[in-house]
């Protein structure tokens, strides 16, 4: 609360004379109230500061900003304010190398230019999860009629046709607006590739799901080979959209091992090459921890034992006053001798 009450005094009285570091003060503020998850007060101060942000703070930091307050906006349920905020995020970035001289100029490195790329792959995403939410909507038809060859073969023809078509579009569609994310530059970030990576092999994974469920008539359930040649056929046409799934998997996987990066995107790709791909992918658990973002080997490291297997006893800290009256003890002990 102090550092609140300091901040905004700062901006009140040095705002104008320094506003670089106001306008720094004011992402700050802002970013505490998102770590918290107080997605209003994220927005109620960046409406106090982000004019400033803006007129005074470097490329990456007003990046930072407006990416920060769109985040805040779609918690928030205003998808039309945080549709305005994403646009400008990518705006900002709509000549890469202009861009990353302008962090450079402004005494940049690498660590800005990262995070300036972190938050145009989020927008990116941003927009292409909306494009995704209008494929998903596009659903397997379900079918109601009986189960003979005649009522089904007709569904097939024209309801799971059309289906089929219709989904397909619309997946190429959107795999090209996660693209956007992996074609970013100079260099995209790892984060929002594996995440782009992920939904794109989600899409064709389940679309290649979908197809494989279709129905088949009672008839060629009792015949093995109809029932197998049915099914053979349904794997056959589908098998391209199932390689373009794993491919679109393996950049995900790809990334997150190469960066050291694993969350919950990163972990669907490995369960679903896993389980489709058995003999060349395997979840091995102890080798990448928990999907919680970036792994950390050092937290992850064993305690270390004595040769004969037991912990390394670990000595208890002792306070100055503990080590006065021991020496005092050792002393007087010495005296009595």
Do not use: C, H
């Given at each position: 609360d102090k550092a609140l009450e300091d901040a905004a005094v700062f901006q009140r009285k040095y705002g104008a004379r320094k506003p670089k570091q106001a306008a720094q003060i004011g992402i700050a503020i802002a970013a505490h109230y998102g770590d918290k998850g107080e997605w209003n007060q994220v927005r109620k101060s960046f409406a106090k500061s982000m004019r400033l942000i803006d007129r005074s703070a470097p490329l990456d930091v007003r990046m930072q900003a407006h990416t920060l307050l769109a985040r805040a906006l779609t918690k928030l349920k205003s998808k039309t304010a945080a549709d305005r905020e994403?646009?400008?995020?990518?705006?900002?970035?709509?000549?890469?190398?202009?861009?990353?001289?302008?962090?450079?100029?402004?005494?940049?490195?690498?660590?800005?230019?990262?995070?300036?790329?972190?938050?145009?792959g989020e927008a990116l995403f941003?927009?292409?999860?909306?494009?995704?939410?209008?494929?998903?909507?596009?659903?397997?038809?379900?079918?109601?009629?009986?189960?003979?060859?005649?009522?089904?073969?007709?569904?097939?023809?024209?309801?799971?046709?059309?289906?089929?078509?219709?989904?397909?579009?619309?997946?190429?569609?959107?795999?090209?607006?996660?693209?956007?994310?992996?074609?970013?530059?100079?260099?995209?970030?790892?984060?929002?590739?594996?995440?782009?990576?992920?939904?794109?092999?989600?899409?064709?994974?389940?679309f290649v799901k979908?197809?494989?469920?279709?129905?088949?008539?009672?008839?060629?359930?009792?015949?093995?080979?109809?029932?197998?040649?049915?099914?053979?056929?349904?794997?056959e046409a589908s098998e391209p959209f199932k390689i373009q799934a794993k491919g679109a998997y393996q950049i995900c996987l790809g990334y997150s091992v190469k960066y050291q990066y694993f969350?919950?995107?990163?972990?669907a790709c490995e369960e679903w090459l896993a389980d489709n791909y058995k003999a060349e992918f395997h979840l091995i658990d102890e080798f990448s921890g928990s999907p919680n973002k970036v792994n950390n080997?050092?937290?992850?490291?064993?305690?270390?034992?004595?040769?004969?297997?037991e912990?390394?006893?670990?000595?208890?800290?002792?306070?100055e006053e503990e080590k006065a009256k021991m020496k005092q003890e050792a002393e007087a002990a010495q005296k009595s001798k």
């Open positions: 994403y646009r400008k995020v990518i705006g900002l970035w709509k000549d890469p190398a202009k861009s990353a001289k302008a962090i450079q100029d402004a005494g940049g490195g690498n660590r800005e230019l990262g995070r300036a790329l972190e938050s145009v941003y927009f292409a999860q909306l494009e995704k939410a209008k494929a998903d909507a596009i659903e397997f038809p379900k079918y109601k009629g009986k189960k003979d060859k005649e009522g089904i073969t007709k569904y097939i023809g024209t309801k799971v046709k059309d289906w089929y078509t219709k989904k397909r579009d619309a997946i190429k569609k959107v795999s090209a607006e996660y693209g956007k994310v992996v074609a970013l530059q100079p260099v995209p970030p790892p984060r929002w590739v594996i995440a782009a990576g992920s939904q794109v092999g989600q899409m064709w994974g389940k979908d197809f494989r469920s279709a129905p088949i008539p009672k008839e060629w359930e009792k015949d093995y080979e109809i029932r197998t040649a049915y099914y053979a056929g349904l794997d969350d919950q995107y990163s972990r080997p050092l937290e992850e490291q064993a305690f270390p034992l004595e040769l004969g297997g912990p390394v006893a670990v000595k208890p800290k002792i306070s």
